[in-house]
């Protein structure tokens, strides 16, 4: 059975940094696509960046130079590590496995983390 | 890159079908089958239940269809039930090889 784990939200103040951890289970995280997903309380879903396969790594425009996505292959663990945090980074962050078309990947989500919350407030 | 478009909110009674749409531009749901749709029930994860335009996942009642045309791809419930109450969104990827939402439309149940 798959399962994406998020752990690392919390209180963030202005500024600061947090890395965000996705512990996977039932596949291999180099063998899918892998991203993440927010969302701001009461709004609507905002895709975040994903890793590749091969290791390239994409952005959304309101994170670019300040977020990093990236895996961990010995501990089936994704990252996204966040720096120079603003309040409109405050959002349920959820990690997200992409699928496969014909053995494929392809850019959909097939497997959803449960979402951790990540507040940035002073 | 704007979040695509949908209608706030959409509702219908029991047994009712709805469609649901989704307009982007010529360089994401227009250039690519690869559109995907998602249902939300308040405090939980999304739930896959289209993907590459037309394609339903395994345990998806096939109440659920999707489509498209040009730059509008849409998602259709037929035989409405009062657990199909929730948020649906679609996601598209684009040419620029970021991924796009659409804004989210409320399903209400009579």
């Known amino acids: 059975e798959v399962q994406l784990v998020e752990s690392g939200g919390g209180l963030i103040q202005p500024g600061g940094s947090r890395r965000l951890s996705c512990a996977a289970s039932g596949f291999t995280v180099s063998s899918n696509y892998m991203s993440w997903v927010r969302q701001a309380p009461g709004k609507g879903l905002e895709w975040v960046s994903v890793i590749y396969t091969g290791g390239t790594t994409i952005y959304a425009d309101p994170v670019k130079g300040r977020f990093t996505i990236s895996r961990d292959n010995s501990k089936n663990t994704v990252h996204l590590q966040m720096d120079s945090l603003r309040a409109e980074d405050t959002a349920v962050y959820y990690c997200?496995?992409?699928?496969?078309?014909?053995?494929?990947?392809?850019?959909?989500?097939?497997?959803w983390g449960q979402g951790i919350l990540v507040t940035v407030s002073s | 890159q704007s979040a695509l478009t949908q209608p706030a909110s959409v509702s219908g009674s029991p047994g009712q079908s709805i469609t649901i749409s989704c307009t982007g531009t010529s360089s994401d749901v227009g250039d690519y089958d690869l559109v995907s749709w998602y249902q939300q029930h308040p405090g939980k994860a999304p739930k896959l239940m289209i993907y590459d335009v037309t394609n339903r996942p395994s345990g998806v009642s096939n109440r659920f269809s999707g489509s498209k045309s040009g730059n509008t791809a849409s998602l259709t419930i037929s035989g409405l039930q009062a657990e199909d109450e929730a948020d649906y969104y679609c996601f598209s990827y684009t040419s620029r090889s970021i991924r796009i939402f659409g804004g989210g439309t409320k399903l209400t149940v009579l």
């Open positions: 997200a496995r992409e699928g496969l078309s014909s053995g494929w990947p392809s850019p959909y989500i097939d497997h």
